[in-house]
């Protein structure tokens, strides 16, 4: 495991059109620098995760950026000028883990990245590469931030349609929960069957 120390940026952005965007955070820290590439849920789980503890430290004080006064800015949080190219670490995430350590007020982030590799009948078989993860600390402060830069990213995404949460292209909309072109299963019993 590569151990980054603490986070002196840290960020998120998405990259390309929405419907065809890929999302990755960035940190550095004294002496590395990552890009994680990820999944927009992915994102939008750790920021939901984060939020949560956020919450809870503060006993609600800190609350998600929607709910602030205000909205949220583009600018802050987009990959900085002078951010190394290439980074130290560039990697697809397969897995993150984060704890909190409530005395210190830190944050630990542990990215495990994946290959996809065949397996002996030739399917695709993900194998989470552990002796690759890194990990890195970053505090309340830059925690808050990054939540906020996640928020404002989701939000600027397609839209979705508010029963069913399939993103809108423009297109005509089939919304299996509004209008009727849910599949229907109807179970008979044998009874039914032998009436008709």
């Not at 998405?14 to 550095?28: D, E, T, V, W, Y």
């Not at 503890?53 to 609350?63: H, K, N």
């Not at 404002?152 to 949460?165: D, H, M, N």
Request: hydrophobic share 40%.
């Amino acid at each position: 495991m590569h151990d980054l120390g603490s986070a002196t940026q840290l960020g998120a952005e998405a990259i390309g059109q929405p419907g065809q965007r890929r999302f990755r955070m960035f940190a550095r820290t004294r002496t590395s620098s990552v890009l994680l590439w990820m999944e927009k849920e992915q994102l939008l789980n750790l920021s939901l995760i984060i939020d949560r503890i956020l919450a809870q430290i503060s006993e609600g004080r800190i609350l998600r950026t929607e709910a602030r006064v205000g909205g949220l800015t583009s600018a802050s949080g987009d990959l900085p000028a002078d951010f190394p190219d290439p980074a130290a670490f560039d990697l697809q995430v397969g897995q993150l883990r984060l704890s909190f350590d409530a005395e210190h007020e830190i944050f630990t982030l542990v990215a495990i990245p994946f290959s996809i590799e065949e397996d002996e009948s030739g399917e695709p078989e993900i194998d989470l590469q552990t002796d690759d993860a890194l990990t890195f600390l970053f505090n309340v402060e830059k925690a808050q931030h990054l939540t906020s830069r996640i928020a404002f990213l989701v939000s600027t995404g397609r839209p979705v349609c508010p029963f069913c949460q399939t993103p809108l292209d423009g297109r005509p909309h089939a919304c299996v929960k509004q209008n009727g072109h849910r599949e229907i299963v109807q179970l008979l019993s044998e009874e039914d069957e032998d009436e008709e």
